[in-house]
């Protein structure tokens, strides 16, 4: 990597150099932590004490800051701050052609060039992994499953037969993509199960987190549409189709035929009942529960699902639920009463 | 497999033949995406348009109807086409003997033939494994765990020392059986670690999903009976006794010694406090807690559990807190006011 | 090891021997299965008879019982018995060195003597791993994680690159720590990754469960503190930091920069919102939803979260909200009778 300069920076996420452009710049760091070769962001004017404290030697600010440090002023801090540290430290890729001896091969995957290919992993018959893709130590690449190119796998990733990845996918380690739908007939009381015949697309620059597990579909796809981003320990199930930028934070479930539209947020705990739709731009609060249809944008969170605004009073209500039936206890016992004194 | 005719399926699952008992079928598929060799369900009535368009061959039919497909009359449609695809695509067992060399077998390990074990599996001593079942790469069998007939293990399970599975049992990607239960004495503020000396079986016909863990008992078995299904990423603790034909969907948790009686069924996000018992044929719906015994058969949901007609009416009013609050406070509003009219 | 008596056990807990100590004992159990050679722990008057039943050859109580067998009497009968249970069956740790031939050991890793590292391990260059140490089958351990003396990894547990474990930490299965924290920025609709630079500190005496997942700092350090215990399928949050001796139930999650003090415990189910903090001696009951700080120590259960003994009662009214609706629909009913009287 050649130097990089508050100037080169400035270049990169478009914008404007207050101070000394030619200002070497090594690493980002927290406002905290930082030292002169390094560059923060600056969120806000609530923040302008901890930068005048800040041994950062260049800021990222909205606007200008009156601060000692050289500042580069553009219009998001947030995302500027995200290109200049993936700048920094890129998504790795494959650069050089190794796989490990001790990975297992069969002779009828298809693997381009160059890939690395960690110890321990296991590369089934009609596999195809394209060029620039990473496979960490003990992943299982199953009979027929196809990755596109500048894919990273986390060691010890399961891809059934026939899942297929688009490009710029990355999976966290321990996660499951192509089990078997959950999906049995009742035959007089015992269970028979349906084979699940479909499979798993994950669509280009999808991003999933650790131990995460998502169906196949009975028949056709489950799909995550591009660039959506999946925490941990998310149960995606049979059928389900996220659309386009779409972003679920850990620890939620989807069940079978959840269909969501594009740029859809779940926030952490989110569950869906499944066989219902999620409209485009719909931002959903952690802990909430969908069981049906949401039809327009917006923002939404509870148990029952609700709007946003109306959530935060029906929260409010639930934590003076002892006081409001007292309340109502009060006025049962005054009727009662007044009932009583008129029949007297 | 010898060709499969209309009337050959209609014997599979005792159904009436309408049409040419000779029409070839290849394999099952959806009414949407069926060809002509394919055989499709239609459930019932309201799927009569979408029948009439579909390119399948063979449909499986609750009652004749008015379309110029081949028709299979049949008294359930979901268990005759469950049967079907069965037959189309087994569950895999081992028919001839491989172990793939890769694999690292203790040699005091006690290994039917035919069964099948994948690259880089380890089987550790006294381990015993039942012929035609198959064990997928990078699976480990700790130390004397049993495994019956016909198991299928996919990449990646672990069983820990001494658990035992019966035959035909299924166990997906990820999961780990015999992990200790989560059993700590309190020691003046410290944590003394209870050894948990137990261990867990799995009987006959049970599937497990993906990263699902079950925990060994602190003395004595965790247990899961006989045909029991389990989806992806639950948590068994230790103790926990399931009994025969339950069904539990994804992303549920059961906390120790819960006692499940027979075909018990759970929707997703299901969560038992554990040291409570559930009686036979009851169902949960999704996102339900269970709190305490369930002793008597039927339909529970909700959190608090209740009976599902009850809960209907709950949810409902949670999403109308709001205005029921500005009711009662109409109410007590009034109240006060008659009350000043009065000492006036 | 020498053979055991009950006066060698009473020794090893400070308790009182009333019968002969001479007694030889093997083992622990269960009152309900024990044998002669075995010792029991009895919780309490109420369990005499079991206490009289048992086969036990010894019993652990806390005042001295109307029974025949051999009693020890201790002041806490739970830590005893798990002091005594943990002298027979200690947590494994390393007395040999033996590193089996198909692990991947880089030789730039830095193992001390003696250790256990089982089949198809990966070890990365500039591992470092204490004497003692046990790393079971199919464990990958990243460039430059660090492990203690003492520690036991069970099967297929993932480490990623810096992680850092103290010494005589415990984790289950398929466990990760050091996944990338879930963190982006939106440029302009589209997610851009921010690198997550953090790594994981896991201290002294942690005990992790199967299949959880704690992810990396985005910078700095998510901590687990010493002596905490992690059940299954927990997810933590980058940046979040956990005190000392906290225990915390399976199926829980914490989101990002979630701060709990010492001796918090978290029944099953627990989630936070993340960015928050939880005072020490905090007790949190199940299926609760931490929304805020809670800066008070104490009992706390609910979703939101209240006082646990302010959560029972509205938990008995969320069971009776159907009634409590139709007593306010009652009184809203008579009112307008009465309005209606009025104006007649």
Redo the contacts between chains.
């Keep these: 990597m050649s130097k990089n300069t508050v100037g080169s920076l400035a270049e990169l996420v478009g914008g404007q150099v207050q101070g000394d452009p030619a200002l070497e710049i090594t690493g980002?760091?927290?406002l905290r932590?930082a030292k002169s070769g390094e560059i923060c962001f600056v969120r806000d004017q609530k923040y302008i004490e901890l930068a005048r404290k800040s041994g950062a030697g260049a800021l990222l600010v909205h606007e200008t800051l009156d601060v000692e440090a050289v500042q580069v002023v553009v219009k998001?801090v947030?995302?500027a701050?995200?290109?200049i540290?993936?700048h920094?430290?890129p998504?790795p890729r494959a650069e050089e052609h190794f796989i490990?001896p001790?990975a297992?091969i069969d002779p009828a995957a298809v693997i381009d060039q160059p890939v690395q290919i960690?110890?321990?992993a296991?590369i089934?018959a009609n596999v195809q992994i394209g060029a620039g893709t990473v496979i960490?130590?003990?992943c299982?690449l199953?009979e027929g499953s196809r990755l596109g190119t500048d894919c990273l796998l986390?060691?010890?990733v399961?891809l059934?037969a026939g899942v297929q990845l688009g490009n710029r996918v990355v999976v966290?380690?321990?996660s499951?993509i192509g089990?078997?739908g959950?999906g049995?007939?009742?035959?007089?009381?015992?269970?028979?199960?349906?084979?699940q015949?479909g499979s798993v697309l994950i669509e280009d620059d999808v991003?999933i987190?650790?131990?995460?597990?998502i169906?196949r579909a009975t028949?056709?796809l489950t799909r995550i549409g591009p660039?959506s981003?999946l925490?941990?320990?998310i149960?995606v199930?049979h059928n389900c189709d996220f659309g386009a930028?779409n972003?679920v934070?850990?620890?939620s479930?989807f069940?079978g035929s959840t269909i969501m539209g594009n740029?859809v947020n779940c926030?952490?705990?989110t569950?869906s009942?499944?066989h219902l739709k999620v409209a485009d731009d719909v931002r959903i609060g952690?802990?909430s529960?969908i069981y049906g249809d949401v039809e327009e944008p917006g923002d939404y969170i509870g148990?029952?699902l609700?709007k946003k605004s109306?959530w935060g009073?029906?929260?409010h209500?639930?934590?003076r639920?002892?006081e409001?039936?007292e309340?109502?206890r009060g006025?049962?016992r005054?009727?009662e009463e007044s009932g009583k004194g008129k029949s007297e």
């Design positions: 980002v760091n927290d932590l998001d947030h995302a701050f995200a290109k540290a993936l920094f430290h998504v490990h001790s297992e960690g110890a321990m296991v089934e960490r130590s003990g299982v199953a986390y060691p010890r399961v059934y966290h380690a321990g499951v089990s078997d959950f049995y007939a009742s035959d007089e009381g015992r269970w028979l199960k349906l084979p015949l991003e987190g650790a131990n995460t597990t169906d028949l056709g660039r981003k925490d941990n320990l149960h199930g930028d972003a934070a850990g620890f479930a069940s740029r926030a952490g705990h569950v009942a499944g952690g802990n529960v148990y029952p609700q109306r009073r029906t929260l209500i639930l934590n639920l002892v409001m039936q309340k109502l006025l049962v005054d009727k």
